[in-house]
Every structure is written in structure tokens, then in C-alpha cells.
């Protein structure tokens, strides 16, 4: 694989199959086994000894000592103050974005329905929010306040009953930002609590936290393995994997814009993906070298240098339709079309957890404060699911209500295919129904 950086390829050229093979291959993750026992019993402690064995794991992953749980508790009094103590431009920002997320995820909303048949049967869907959700926040250097905002709101707009936040504090340092987060989003209740222990404790329950219905939030590996293993114990939002983005431009986007594009989903950590796709050479060049200026000002400059050197590419393709099929193989987690006219590729694209249209739409204003959920499928994940929304904290229950005649008319059907089954006791009860008529 070429070693130069940043790495240009082109579909042309020899083993270039095998050069984009391996940046699909190269980022695989699943949990290692030695991992995936650790957790487990990490998980079955918190079972067995509760909040016992939260506090021992605090003390020994977080460096910090606590009494009790209770000790470790946040209330909405909390939330509020951290709020008031924010300088008034934080203050705006935070309640801003609130604003915009609020309002695309009222649209979102499923809505219950019913209908008669021709045989004067009722059938329908009943929808219900979850009754209590935990929401899982990074603490540290990986403390997200938009995260707060991303997962929270669509709970709370689908009508959760009551939202938890568990988020550690390493060496007992809160973030202030992240509670204040927690006011404008209406969390209920939190704990400074995190690792696979804090995701046990939300799907298992304690003696002083109480067990959730899901679990949605981002985290490290130890933490998405805790979620994978409580997974069918509760619902997870996703496991997600390290953040990525396609950016296909087809030269009119300026290439110090796309350049910061690239970086900015780079500095994430060194397994982030960022790609550039695009038929015009001299524009991958340039955007290439405003990478090699704009990357020694960078603050997190080595981490951007890792992630584009082991992940990242610059991509020469025939046109703009084979570019498009590139990203179907990608199934990025974000796409950014910065093209002249990007509904011109729109309809090819199949893959994508969110996409960008047009070089004034940079992924990082879905990040905070675009409306649309941040919280997306990594990995390849875009293939089979979807950005968190407020569907996903809302259940749907199916009614039936069949009258005399329906039941009777559907009987014969309904014995005819148990019967082929093998299932005596079904057709018997579509039996009796048929019996009515």
C-alpha cells in the first residue's frame, strides 16, 4: 500500500482494487477476547455486589474515591447551576442548537393508527415511549456536551419518561459544560459514573440506580463491548465504531475548506477515517498540499498525521458516478457532496448515515448544531441502519380487533397454514372461530 501522505491513489492505476480494499479492511474492530471475558465479569460483579463494585471499579479506573454512589449523584439543581455559571456566548450556543435538534426531531415522531377492513375488522399500531433511558457520556479529554444534546432531546421529544446520565469524572474533574448540557436537554437525574460499570449498573440496576429500558450513547471499546454484552437485557443505540467521512468533490469547492473537512473528522482519534473522492487531479493536489500547511497549525496535529497516514486517502476517479459507487462500498457514517450540483448524485447514493449536500454543508455543522442527529452508523453500518432519532426511543405495539364474520372468513386460512406446520392446538383455536360464522 503506497506509504506517501497524504496518500493518493487513483482508480486507474495498478492494485488500486487492493489499496481501497484494505482502507475498508484496515479499521475492522470487534472486541478482543481477553476483553470480552474482562467485561463480562465486570458485568457480573455489578450484578452480584451492585453498588459495592461501582465504587471499587470508580476508585480503580477513575482515581476517584467516593463514599457511596449516592455521593456520586447529579440533580437537576446541578444541571441548572452549571448552567448559570457558563459565560452568556456558551450559554446561547448551547440553548441554540437545543432549539434546532428540538425542532427536526419533532418531526420524526411515529404516530399511532387504525383502520376497518372489508370484513369490519380493526387493525392498527399503538405507539408508546420508552419509560426510562440512560444516557452514557465520554468524560475527561472525551467529554461531548453536544452528545448530551444528541441523545437526549429525541428522547425527551418522543416521551421518555425519565432520562438518566452517567458520565465519569477521571481524578474527580467534572465538566461543567457537560452538566450544563444535561440542564438544556431536561436529563432527570445523573450519576459521575462511567466504563462497562456504569453501562452494567444502567442495564442490570443497583441498589441506588435503577435499571433502564435502553442505552444510548458514545464510548470507548470497553464500553461499546459492555453494550454489545447487555444487548437483549436492554436496548443500545448502536456499537459504534471510530467516526469517519467521504468528502466527493468535483473541483469547485475550495480546497482549504475541504482540507479542514478532512482534518477535522481526522483529529477524532488515529483509527478516524477521512476520504477524499474526485475525477480532477490538480484538484487533489491542492487539496493535498492545504493539508501540508494547515496541518502544522493543528493542535491535535499528531493525531490528525496518524489517522490520515493509516486510514486516510485522496482518491482520483473516473468521474462523479464512479466516485458515487465508491461511497456505496465505503457506507461512510458521514458524506459531504461538495459539488456544484449534488442532487445530480444524490439518488445513487445508497450508503450513508448523514449526508452533506454542497460545500457550504461541512459535517462539522452537523456535529452541533445543523438539527439532525449526530449519533450515526459506523463501520459500514449505513448498510442496514440509521441515525438515532426519536423513533428509536419510541415502541410500537400492533391491535387487532377482528369482528364475528372476519374471524370466521380468516379461519380457514389460519387452519390451513398451522396445519401445515404441524401446529394441532393453532388450528384448533381457528377452528372454533370458523364455528361462529
Given at each position: ?33 481477553e476483553q ?28 476517584h ?23 452568556e ?7 441554540a ?19 376497518e ?18 444516557v ?34 477521571p481524578?474527580?474533574?467534572v ?16 450519576w ?19 435499571a ?30 471510530p ?77 462523479l458516478g ?113 364455528s361462529?360464522?
Open positions: 500500500m503506497s506509504t506517501a501522505f497524504p496518500r493518493i491513489l487513483s482508480t486507474g492505476a495498478p492494485g488500486f482494487e487492493e489499496e481501497f480494499q484494505a482502507l475498508i479492511d484496515g479499521r475492522a474492530q470487534g472486541s478482543r477476547p470480552a471475558e474482562a467485561v463480562a465479569a465486570i458485568i457480573e460483579k455489578i450484578r452480584t455486589r451492585g453498588d459495592r463494585a461501582l465504587l471499587e471499579y470508580t476508585r480503580q479506573f477513575d482515581g474515591e467516593a463514599d457511596s454512589v449516592a455521593s456520586l449523584f447529579w440533580e437537576p439543581a446541578d444541571f441548572q447551576v452549571a448552567f448559570e455559571a457558563l459565560e456566548p456558551l450559554r446561547d450556543a448551547l440553548q442548537a437545543a432549539g434546532r435538534i428540538r425542532d427536526y426531531a419533532q418531526r420524526q415522531k411515529l404516530e399511532s393508527f387504525e383502520f377492513d372489508n370484513q369490519g375488522s380493526r387493525l392498527g399500531q399503538r405507539v408508546n415511549a420508552l419509560q426510562r433511558v440512560g452514557y457520556v465520554p468524560g475527561g479529554t472525551a467529554a461531548y456536551p453536544s452528545s448530551v444534546l444528541m441523545n437526549a432531546i429525541p428522547a425527551r421529544v418522543a416521551g421518555v419518561e425519565e432520562i438518566l446520565m452517567v458520565s465519569p469524572i481524578d474527580g474533574q465538566n461543567p459544560v457537560v452538566l450544563a448540557a444535561a440542564h438544556v436537554a431536561g436529563i432527570d437525574r445523573g459521575a459514573l462511567g466504563g462497562a460499570q456504569a453501562i452494567a449498573a444502567l442495564a442490570l440496576g443497583t441498589e441506588t440506580i435503577p433502564v429500558d435502553k442505552i444510548v450513547g458514545p464510548g470507548n471499546l470497553w464500553v461499546a463491548e459492555a453494550k454489545r454484552q447487555v444487548f437483549g437485557t436492554v436496548g443500545i443505540d448502536m456499537v459504534a465504531g467516526s469517519e467521512v467521504v468528502v466527493v468533490s468535483d473541483g469547485s469547492a475550495d480546497p482549504q475548506w475541504l482540507a479542514t473537512d478532512l482534518m477535522a473528522q481526522a483529529e477524532h482519534d488515529e483509527q478516524a477515517q477521512a476520504i477524499l473522492l474526485s475525477p480532477d487531479l490538480e484538484h487533489i493536489n491542492a487539496v493535498a498540499d492545504a493539508l501540508a500547511v494547515q496541518l502544522e497549525e493543528m493542535p491535535r496535529a499528531d493525531i490528525i498525521r496518524a489517522s490520515l497516514a493509516a486510514n486516510g486517502a485522496l482518491v482520483q476517479t473516473d468521474d464512479q466516485a458515487a459507487e465508491l461511497v456505496n462500498r465505503l457506507a461512510p457514517e458521514h458524506l459531504q457532496l461538495a459539488l456544484a450540483e449534488p442532487d445530480a448524485i444524490l439518488d445513487r447514493i445508497r450508503h450513508a448515515g448523514a449526508i452533506f449536500l454542497g460545500a457550504n454543508s461541512p459535517e462539522v455543522m452537523g456535529d452541533y448544531c445543523a438539527g439532525p442527529n449526530h449519533v450515526l452508523p459506523t463501520m459500514r453500518a449505513s448498510r442496514f441502519a440509521s441515525p438515532l432519532g426519536v423513533y428509536d426511543f419510541q415502541k410500537r405495539s400492533s391491535t387487532i380487533r377482528l369482528s364475528q364474520s372476519g374471524a370466521a372468513d380468516l379461519a380457514d386460512l389460519a387452519e390451513c397454514l398451522a396445519e401445515a406446520e404441524g401446529l394441532g392446538a393453532h388450528a384448533a383455536s381457528a377452528r372454533w372461530r370458523r361462529s360464522k
